[in-house]
Structures are given as C-alpha cells and as structure tokens.
C-alpha cells in the first residue's frame, strides 16, 4: 500500500514538473516575444520610438496613418475579403463533409488533402492566378466555345472586389478545415446519431444540421478562429491575387514597414495596432454569429419539425 501510493505521489509531481517545463517553454518561446513586440509597437504608434529620434508622445502617427490615401478601402477589403473568405471555407467544409463523411475517414482524408495543405500559400496564388487571368487556362479552354479570339477586358485577377483573393484563400482554407473536421468526426459517434435522426424522421441535411454540427463546433472552434485571423492578415496571396491600389491593410503595411523612410515606421505602428484591433472584430464576430446561431438552434429544436410528423386531422384524440 505504501509502494502504491508513494508511486501515485511520484507520478503526480512528475506531471506536475512537465507541466511547469510546458509552461516555461511557452512563456519564454512565444508569449515573453510577442508581448515585447507589442509593447514596442504601441510605444512606436504613439511617437515613441528613441532608436529614430522620436521622443514626443502623441497621436501624430495616427494622423498620419489616417490620411493616407486609399486607407478606408484597405479596411473595408481586408474586412470583406477575409471574414467572406472564412464563412465560405467554412460554409463548403461542412457541406462537403455532410455529405460524404460517411465514405472518407480521417487517413484517406488527410492522403488527398495533403498536396493542398504542403502546397506554399504563394505557389497556389500564383498558380490560380494563372488560370483565372483573362488569358489564363479557363479563358482558353472557353475561347473556342463562346468564339473569342482575344482575351476578355476584363479584370479577374486583381480586382477592386477582392473576388480572386477570397476565392484564392478559400482554396487554401477549405483544405484544412475539411481535416480538422473529419478528425472531429472522430471523437462524436456520427453513425448512431445519424440513425436516430433518421428514425425519428429528418432528412440527412437535418440531422447533421441539428445533431452533429453541435457536437462538431467546439472542436473546431479554435482552428476557425486561426483561419479567420490569417485571412484578416495574410501578406502574400493578397499581393499575387488581390487588389493593389489601394490594397488590403496588411500589404498597405508591409509597404509602410518596408519604406525607405525610416519615420514611416510610427504610422506603420499605428496600422498594426488597426489590424490587430481587425482581427479581434473577426474574433468579436465569430462570438456573435455563435450566440446568434445558438438561440436559432434552440428555438429550431423546439420547433421539432420532422418529415413523418402525424396531421391534425387524422383522426387521432386531441
């Protein structure tokens, strides 16, 4: 009996000790770093930046941020662009995995969502890029068809609507929460559920609306939130595939970043503490969308709302 518990205190600490070490590792590796960089961005967004001679405390690099030209547009693509790019991702994943969830598991899975997910951000843009263009392979496959014989005038590629990037980051995007939620498919039992919502009269669409998503969504909620954050601030595909001028806010602040003049830093600050105010709307509007969609589910579920549903007037005691 001594051994035993001597062995389960042993145990205990052990844990307890890695945990520490996980802890350490993750403070000194990533949130220590960021921290630092946050703070000096701030101190920078606000004219403190003493490396540059600027020591006078102040809104003058929000000013200046805002009166850059183009710099609402650049918002509202990025904010267009991204949470429309995420919802759509969003929207054909689970769509796809409803309907063939049943065929595919998570290893055959991930075999044939591997190219997509190894595949770099900007190969991918550049290669959809290519057969977007007005003369790019779609164009040319359909130039004999409709009689064309010179590209339309039209701009596909580097739209003013962000059309190309959102379908470019829905590319790159689906991919990977088609994985993330066949291994969520994993840890619910899906079969036993979809046979008691068969039974009880739903459709297939329905089930998996009413009885699997629900158990599907927590478990897939951080990995959202990381999509809706990266298409909020992505760099390179935005460059190859979106609209330049303006453009969205992260490649309007590379740009600064990258200036020859040094001072462009402080307004460059100050749109970075912009996208990082972007990115916790999205986040704010993912919380809201899921409140939103809780009460509706709640209120549809009461509503009950089967396919064999007994009529009124069937000659049953009311």
């Known amino acids: 009996m001594g051994e035993a518990l001597h ?9 307890r000790a890695l945990r520490m070490v996980v802890l350490a590792i993750v403070m000194l590796g990533l949130v220590i770093p960021i921290a630092a960089g946050f703070r000096e961005t701030g101190r920078a ?4 930046m003493p490396v540059i001679g600027a020591a006078e405390f102040g809104l003058a690099p929000w000013r200046h941020f805002l009166d850059l030209p183009g710099v609402a547009t650049s918002l509202r693509l990025s904010l267009v662009t991204g949470l429309g790019a995420s919802l759509l991702s969003l929207v054909l994943a689970i769509g796809f995995c409803a309907t063939v969830h049943d065929r595919m598991d998570r290893r055959s899975g991930g075999r044939m969502l591997a190219p997509f997910l190894a595949a770099p951000h900007a190969a991918m843009a550049i290669g959809l890029a290519f057969v977007l263009a007005p003369s790019g392979w779609v164009a040319r496959l359909l130039a004999p068809v409709l009689g064309l014989d010179q590209p339309p005038g039209l701009a596909i590629v580097n739209d003013p609507w962000g059309i190309a990037l959102i379908i470019g980051l829905t590319v790159k995007e689906m991919p990977f929460l088609l994985l993330v939620i066949l291994s969520a498919l994993t840890q619910i039992p899906v079969r036993v559920h979809m046979a008691a919502g068969r039974a009880l009269g739903y459709g297939r669409g329905i089930v998996w609306i009413k009885l699997i998503m629900p158990q599907v969504w927590p ?6 939130l990381v999509v809706i954050a990266y298409s909020l601030s992505v ?3 935005a460059i190859i595939l979106g609209p330049s001028n303006p453009p969205t806010l992260a ?5 600064l970043f990258s200036d020859p003049d040094i001072a462009m830093i402080l307004p460059a600050s100050a749109g970075g503490l912009v996208q990082a105010g972007m990115v916790m709307l999205g986040f704010a509007v993912l919380w809201g969308a899921e409140r939103l969609m809780r009460r509706i589910g709640f209120w549809w579920l009461r509503e009950g709302g089967a396919v064999h549903r007994p009529s009124r007037d069937c000659g049953l005691p009311r």
């Open 7 to 15: 062995q389960v205190i042993r145990e205990t600490t052990d844990g």
């Open 45 to 48: 967004a606000f004219g403190v």
């Open 251 to 255: 490649v309007l602040l590379t740009r």
């Open 235 to 237: 760099v390179d595909m």
């Open 219 to 224: 478990l897939i909620r951080l990995p959202v």
